[in-house]
């Protein structure tokens, strides 16, 4: 399974995101030496994504006929 991708704050280009930080990564376009630069974004916080979906509403009476697990 692959990570989420969100767009990077600095360089724009989306990147995954692996427990909570955006991944390690080149800027964009081409390098002119041999050296690795990392863009100012990389491993910086994510922000969060919105609320995780709930399977069941708490506030919802059950529905007739459905019984308790327990």
């Known amino acids: 399974m692959s990570s989420p991708r969100r767009a990077c704050p600095v360089c724009t280009r989306e990147i995954a995101v692996v427990g909570g930080r955006y991944a390690r990564h080149d800027p964009p376009g081409r390098r002119t030496s ?11 916080m994510a922000p969060l994504m919105a609320a ?10 059950p529905i007739p006929g459905q019984q308790p697990l327990f």
Do not use: H, Q
Request: aromatic letters at 10%.
């Open 52 to 61: 995780a979906p709930k399977l069941f509403d708490p506030e919802e009476p």
């Open 34 to 44: 041999f050296e690795l630069i990392s863009c100012p974004g990389s491993r910086r």
